[in-house]
């Protein structure tokens, strides 16, 4: 509640990602900026569209804290 951001990691070994839908849907609801760092998923990636069109989305955490 008290984040200025958030900065959501999705990694390739993550087992589901369910938690971080949950927080990134969280700090929607919220209305705070959503920094989303989504690495290559393959055909699991279809379970995070609602993350990727809430946040902005990067390849790399050093990407989306160049952006902040």
Do not use: E, T, V
């Given at each position: 509640d008290q984040a200025d951001l958030v900065l959501a990691v999705m990694t390739?070994?993550?087992?589901?990602?369910?938690g971080l839908n949950l927080e990134i849907g969280y700090a929607k609801a919220?209305?705070?900026p959503i920094y989303f760092v989504c690495e290559e998923l393959g055909d699991r990636?279809?379970?995070f569209g609602m993350a990727r069109q809430?946040?902005?989305?990067?390849l790399s955490v050093e990407d989306a804290i160049k952006a902040v």
């Open positions: 390739a070994d993550n087992p589901s990602g369910y919220k209305g705070k990636m279809k379970y809430c946040s902005k989305c990067f």
